[in-house]
């Protein structure tokens, strides 16, 4: 750490947060896209939900919280609303079926962020 860092107070764990994610954060976000897009695939009995494509999972600063990015077939705002609420709604049983494929004492919490794709 330099001496300008390390008199305005930084530590490094500030310094270590300012990095891309670490291993075993990338290592989880991949085993929950895995996980989500089979349960938004075969277990969502949600006609709604499990038309949707999910691009990819990112960590919203730590593991304890991820961002689920879907991509959606239609740019009604209307439509983006139905979306956004079924997710919400389902957002437990996502994570119980996320939490039956990983093995990790909490679950992180998820955030989802709708893209149209073009069709």
Do not use: W
């Amino acid at each position: 750490m330099s001496d300008r860092l390390r008199a305005a107070g930084a530590s490094r764990c500030f310094m270590h947060s300012q990095k891309k994610p670490n291993y075993h954060t990338r290592q989880l976000c991949r085993q929950i896209e895995q996980a989500l897009e089979l349960a938004l695939l075969c277990d969502c009995e949600d006609p709604v939900l499990s038309g949707l494509e999910l691009l990819e999972v990112r960590p919203l600063g730590r593991a304890a919280m991820l961002e689920a990015v879907i991509g959606v077939s239609t740019t009604d705002f209307a439509q983006l609303a139905v979306i956004r609420s079924r997710l919400q709604q389902s957002e437990g049983r996502l994570r119980a079926a996320i939490s039956q494929e990983i093995h990790r004492k909490r679950t992180p919490h998820l955030r989802f962020l709708l893209i149209p794709q073009p069709e």
